[in-house]
């Protein structure tokens, strides 16, 4: 492979980052070209030792993504970091999958739940307001007033849920990117993010 | 020598040798991957990764010869990182050195 051919796939590989980065990425390896060219080695004997473009575009675009999901912390960029990373191969994350999208379903199911819920307070709210004379079979509360209150205390229920399960769609978030900042570099030091604030 | 070994420690090697002493990438790349067999590629993103996290920084010096090049050196950060993955390794091997001789004497009787 010769420096085009590689610089040509590395830039093709790393399509979906920033313009800027991309740019910078591959100065960094035409730097490297150039100085290992100066020490008379040829094209090619840089480039394998480089190793394969491809393989290197996925770290660099992994390491982009875990550093988006931490800065945005918006759940695309959380999905899009752990594909990311997957990619690379780290093994157990194919085992944390299951239980990474068995969590995220739960999540989604409550917030579901969570709206659910106010609707049917809402929709009581009204029922009781637009038809007072209004008896609903099921419920033992046959004052419309009664109906008014059972509503607004799920709408409120259901407005719970929701800031409840978002809270908790943050923090499982915010595990997740420490997990994956976990695989990409084996040793951490959990003394040292104590130390500095 | 396991992958996975190299991995953790490419981070500890690439910042003891920047704590050592300023570099260029090729420079660093050389040295580092004469030392642990890395495909020497893999040393720009972890060094990218070093700059997001505010451990390395930069500066571009003007070259005779062609375009500027870019220095990399650590941060007062990236010097406590250093010392503190150091530290971190040393207590691991030492464990684990110590549990390998142990166990060698365990087998002898």
């Known amino acids: 492979m010769n420096k085009n051919t590689f610089l040509t796939t590395l830039r093709a590989s790393l399509k979906g980052l920033p313009q800027e980065e991309i740019d910078d990425i591959i100065n960094d390896y035409e730097e490297h070209f150039a100085a290992g060219k100066k020490k008379k080695r040829t094209e090619a004997n840089i480039a394998k030792a480089l190793g394969n473009p491809k393989d290197l575009a996925k770290q660099h675009k992994a390491s982009h993504r875990i550093k988006k999901a931490e800065q945005t912390g918006s759940a695309s960029n959380i999905i899009r970091a752990v594909s990311a990373s997957i990619g690379l191969g780290f093994f157990n994350l194919i085992i944390v999958l299951g239980p990474f999208v068995a969590i995220a379903s739960v999540i989604i199911a409550l917030f579901a739940t969570g709206i659910a819920i106010a609707a049917s307070g809402i929709a009581l709210m009204l029922a009781s307001i637009v038809s007072p004379f209004i008896t609903i079979i099921t419920m033992p509360i046959n004052s419309s007033l009664g109906l008014l209150f059972v509503g607004i205390g799920l709408l409120a229920l259901g407005i719970l849920f929701i800031i409840g399960t978002w809270q908790l769609g943050k923090l499982f978030g915010k595990l997740t990117v420490s997990y994956l900042k976990l695989n990409a570099s084996i040793i951490t030091c959990k003394k040292e993010k104590e130390e500095t604030p | ?109």
């Open chain 2, 1 to 109: 020598m396991d992958t996975q070994f190299k991995k953790g420690v490419l981070e500890l090697c690439v910042l003891a040798s920047l704590a050592r002493k300023e570099q260029y990438g090729y420079e660093l790349v050389s040295k580092i991957s004469k030392a642990i067999a890395v495909s020497e590629g893999t040393i720009y993103p972890l060094l990218r990764r070093l700059k997001d996290e505010h451990h390395v920084q930069t500066r571009l010096v003007e070259s005779r010869e062609g375009p500027p090049r870019k220095y990399y050196q650590l941060t007062a950060e990236g010097r406590k990182r250093t010392q503190s993955l150091a530290k971190e390794w040393q207590q691991f091997t030492e464990k684990i050195n110590h549990y390998l001789t142990n166990e060698n004497k365990e087998d002898k009787r």
